[in-house]
């Protein structure tokens, strides 16, 4: 038998009001009546409830199912909500599944983002030239599958944009990402398209810090925090789904609308 156990300081309640910010109103007051069952709460914190082979097998088909749902759901015309300058929670905090001290230092000098999968141009990119696409810039809330929430001013580019650019297959259904530390996030097509998914190079129009993801954070803000992966160093557009850190852990591999 295994046991997983709910993550230390998850406010569930909390979660799901936060969780459900993200999600269109029709969505949002359907998914707020059945909060407190099973099924949500195993969406929302990514464990058991119960212990049990069953019991985890019932909650994986829970986690399919909403995944679908939330995958039907999406629309790439409904935008995250943003915020004014005066919102901006300072210090933002740093979050990872290591301490602040462990976090990977990049050398944006010799640093190139690798480009690989169904793309026209597999070209490396260094620091410089992704620093000269053109800029958009969006203050939106961060919101953590661990209960807390912050509102953060990130400036980079459209990766729409640059996956166009770069001659990207539209059509594939994914694309994955690989980070400093070995953490690695798949994210569907259509959520890479989305307007407000940003390739983050500044925080609060300074260079991005080191805690905040130093050279290239992915910012999703129509997803959970651990789907906007920090330390980018290559990127893949595939039919594959590879995966990630926590979703190969249990979490739901969709996390947001």
């Known amino acids: 038998m295994r046991i997983r156990k709910i993550i230390p300081g998850v406010d569930s309640k909390l979660l799901i009001k936060d969780a459900a910010k993200l999600m269109p109103d029709a969505s949002r007051r359907g998914f707020l009546r059945g909060a407190a069952s099973l099924g949500a709460l195993a969406f929302l914190t990514g464990c058991d409830i119960v212990d049990g082979d069953t019991a985890e097998g019932v909650l994986r088909k829970v986690s399919e199912f909403n995944d ?27 979050n990872a599944y290591y301490s602040e001290d462990e976090a990977p230092v990049v050398d944006g000098d010799s640093y190139k983002l690798e480009i690989s999968g169904l793309v026209e141009n597999k070209k490396p990119w260094t620091l410089k030239e992704l620093h000269a696409l053109p800029e958009v810039s969006q203050i939106t ?5 661990e209960g807390w929430s912050a509102i953060g001013s990130w400036q980079g580019a459209s990766l729409a944009d640059f996956l166009k650019r770069i001659g990207a297959d539209t059509r594939a259904k994914y694309v994955w990402f690989q980070c400093a530390e070995g ?50 160093v290559a990127m893949e557009v595939t039919n594959v789904d590879k995966g990630g850190y926590w979703e190969n852990q249990g979490y739901n591999w969709f996390s947001g609308l």
């Open 68 to 94: 679908g749902a939330q995958a039907a759901l999406f629309s790439r015309t409904k935008l995250a909500p943003t915020y004014k300058e005066s919102d901006i929670t300072r210090p933002f905090p740093f």
């Open 183 to 232: 953490y690695t996030n798949t994210i569907d097509m259509p959520t890479a398209l989305h307007p407000q998914t940003q390739m983050s190079f500044k925080f609060d129009n300074k260079i991005l810090p080191r805690a905040y993801g130093f050279p290239m954070k992915i910012r999703i803000p129509t997803k959970l925090g651990f789907k906007n992966p920090k330390y980018v």
């Open 141 to 145: 809330r961060h919101i953590c599958v």
